[in-house]
């Protein structure tokens, strides 16, 4: 199994759209292509708000072919298209793989 963090910058002015687009749309179509998020949290510096979350994947193709398909969704083109009147959602977008080490203890 592997781990795939994902960090999206969002702005006070539209994070509660961003919110409602992410929790109402992005996951349930995330999870009609195999996502399984793991848990998702908002992250504060005095610089930004991040919103973070964690998916789990069996492999490596598995997250590609995934990812793949979610980008292709015709539903998420159309949820996208019609909250960007709304104002900048996200900004900065970090994509980590996480493998976990031998010694690592169990996790999830």
Known sequence: ????????????????????????????????????????????????????????????PTKTGAWMSFMADVEWDEIKCATRDQGPLVGKIEDRTLRATSYSPPFG
């Open 1 to 60: 199994m592997i781990h795939q963090l994902r960090i999206y910058e969002i702005f006070e002015a539209t994070k509660e759209a961003f919110y409602a687009r992410f929790r109402d749309h992005a996951a349930r179509i995330m999870r009609r292509h195999g996502f399984d998020i793991a848990a998702m949290w908002e992250a504060r510096t005095d610089d930004c708000i991040e919103f973070v979350y964690l998916l789990r994947w069996p492999d490596e």
